[in-house]
């Protein structure tokens, strides 16, 4: 589902940049490990792309504590099942073009993207960007989703973590948090009757036979 979710940002991402003449492929946008480092014999990411990286992964803790049921008043039903894990995500996008001004260039257009379009729902996104490198298996696929995208700024000692993390070379790059994505298995655990009524009109018999 996160790989999904990312693929629908990027497709939409790449759209945008063709439609408006910014980026032709084969240097359009993509997904990619930074840590693995830039192109060569290794594989690794290649040059000259904008790059949307994962770099960290937080849950939402104020939805914790959802209820384990989902009520069904018209079958008069309730479903029991963990409810979803909602996950928020620090996501890098930098630019690895090996001319340091092409690589300003296309991250200020990626930046507009993102001003221009921050919230991504299957109403706001193109069907195709939705089914362009979904995953194969249905249940690594999003149904429902409202991807929100925020500006993130990190201190500096922050950005010298995360670039000795990936490998010590800095791009020139953006940080976003993502948020919220709800990761949930398709598959109820119980599922049982609603309580409709409750009985008050309680009589003690006396004991007969006696």
Same mark, same amino acid.
């Given at each position: 589902?996160?790989?999904?979710?990312?693929?629908? *940002? $990027? =497709?939409?991402?790449?759209?945008?940049?063709?439609?408006?003449?910014?980026?032709?492929?084969? +240097?359009?946008? /993509? &997904?990619?490990?930074?840590?693995?480092?830039?192109?060569?014999?290794?594989?690794?990411?290649?040059?000259?792309?904008?790059?949307?990286? *994962? $770099? =960290?992964?937080?849950?939402?803790?104020?939805?914790?504590?959802?209820?384990?049921?989902?009520? +069904?008043?018209? /079958? &008069?039903?309730?479903?029991?099942?963990?409810?979803?894990?909602?996950?928020?995500?620090?996501?890098?996008?930098?630019?690895?073009?090996?001319?340091?001004?092409?690589?300003?260039?296309?991250?200020?257009?990626?930046?507009?993207?993102?001003?221009?379009?921050?919230?991504?729902?299957?109403?706001?996104?193109?069907?195709?960007?939705?089914?362009?490198?979904?995953?194969?298996?249905?249940?690594?696929?999003?149904?429902?989703?409202?991807?929100?995208?925020?500006?993130?700024?990190?201190?500096?000692?922050?950005?010298?973590?995360?670039?000795?993390?990936?490998?010590?070379?800095?791009?020139?790059?953006?940080?976003?948090?993502?948020?919220?994505?709800?990761?949930?298995?398709?598959?109820?655990?119980?599922?049982?009757?609603?309580?409709?009524?409750?009985?008050?009109?309680?009589?003690?018999?006396?004991?007969?036979?006696?």
């Amino acid at each position: 589902m996160i790989s999904h979710a990312l693929s629908i *940002v $990027v =497709n939409e991402l790449n759209k945008h940049l063709a439609a408006y003449g910014l980026v032709t492929p084969p +240097n359009e946008a /993509k &997904l990619g490990n930074l840590a693995e480092g830039l192109g060569g014999q290794n594989g690794g990411v290649p040059r000259d792309r904008l790059i949307l990286s *994962v $770099v =960290n992964i937080t849950e939402e803790t104020t939805l914790k504590n959802l209820p384990h049921y989902v009520r +069904n008043d018209i /079958k &008069l039903t309730a479903t029991y099942e963990n409810p979803p894990v909602f996950l928020n995500f620090q996501i890098l996008v930098a630019a690895t073009h090996s001319d340091y001004i092409n690589a300003l260039l296309i991250l200020s257009r990626g930046i507009r993207f993102f001003q221009a379009q921050n919230v991504f729902t299957p109403e706001s996104v193109a069907p195709e960007s939705i089914s362009q490198n979904a995953p194969t298996n249905a249940l690594d696929q999003l149904e429902r989703f409202k991807l929100i995208f925020d500006l993130y700024s990190p201190s500096l000692e922050e950005v010298n973590h995360l670039w000795g993390t990936l490998g010590g070379k800095q791009y020139p790059f953006v940080l976003y948090r993502l948020r919220m994505l709800d990761l949930k298995f398709k598959a109820a655990h119980t599922e049982s009757g609603l309580i409709t009524d409750i009985a008050t009109d309680f009589y003690h018999h006396q004991p007969t036979g006696q």
